[in-house]
């Protein structure tokens, strides 16, 4: 870790100040100076900056004002705030709500700038490296998704596979009948068309399978891509989409029921992170039916309905639910059930999904019975 790499903006309005700042931080740091809390909001908005170094009383925008509207604009920039002992009041007040990470006070000595900005410093390394860890871990979610998808498709793909083998050898056996025996032709002849339509049948579907298979690729190179931007989107057709992927590995195991509203439902949200959310918990709702008996007594429903202001989606299945003891430990990265088909992240990651978008997810859930997976999102 190399501390230039962490730029530290100091916000005063005298100058004075400003330049026993350079002189202190500047050889060790990368030091960016504002003279009032509207210069720093700009210079924020368009250079990275690490950590913000204000302090208190500046007219204008005070140190701790300036932290909470850089705490609403860039979360990640760790705030400190230089005091007299006269303001230190407002500011402790501002640390215990979050505000305010840390604080010096005046008159400070160099070694205790350095020690505090050293530490900030660490402390936005460690945030940087969790958040690369998340984004690694949801990759590997992502690609472990699209292998289940992509080989239920591929399982899809033998029957018509088996079924063109079995024609092609009825056609080739017919066709050396015909070479040998000139008289059969007028028995065989009526069944050549009917043999070449159910030929041509198998290989539509195995085209199907193969379109199928593309989109799960396209989609995982571009989900890998990190296509991560938030923008307006109609999460109805985020679950179709969802439905398109996962239609395959739910009908293997049971019936799928969709029940989607008619009107589109406008979410402020990356479209790759809630496609990953809604797949996850219908991979898992297919996964969890492991009963005997055919997939037609059993159900994977997904509903959404819209309230003003929210949106719920519910994906409910019939399948062999959760113990109430395991169900605080689902959501934990890397708890699985699954032995080494599982990756233990999908529910991890839909819980970190749902809480950055400012929703919440549960689960009720019957052993034996079924489970519902309800996550509750802003929309707009
Ligand atoms: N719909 C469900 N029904 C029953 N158990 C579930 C369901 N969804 C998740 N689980 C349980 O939660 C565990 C963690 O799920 P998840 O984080 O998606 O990881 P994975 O699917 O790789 O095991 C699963 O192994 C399973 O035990
Ligand atoms: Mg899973």
Redesign the pocket.
Known sequence: MNAKDYPILYVDDDNANRVVMKHNLGGEFTLLCADSGAQALELMSREPVSILLADQRMPGMSGVDLAERTLRLHPEIVRVIITAYSDLEATIDAINRGRVSRFIKKPWTREELTAVMQESILSCHNARMVKELQQRLAQIDRA?TMTVMASAIAHDLRQPLSYLEVELNTLRRDVSELVRKRSLLAHVLPELGPLVDRVSGSTEDIEHGLRKLMVISEAMVASLRNQEARAPIDLCKVVQSAVTLTRSTVHARAVFDVDLPEQPITVHASEGRLLQLIV?LL???A??ITGPGPALKYHVTLRLQAAPGAVTLSVA?T????PSE?IDQ??APF????GSQ???????ICKQIVEELGGTIGVE?TVGQ??C?RVKLPAQ
């Open positions: 472990s996850n991979l898992n709702a996964q969890a299945d399948g062999c639910g959760i395991r689902i959501f708890f699985t059930t699954k599982g990756t233990g992240l999908g529910l991890a859930s079924g489970s997976f």
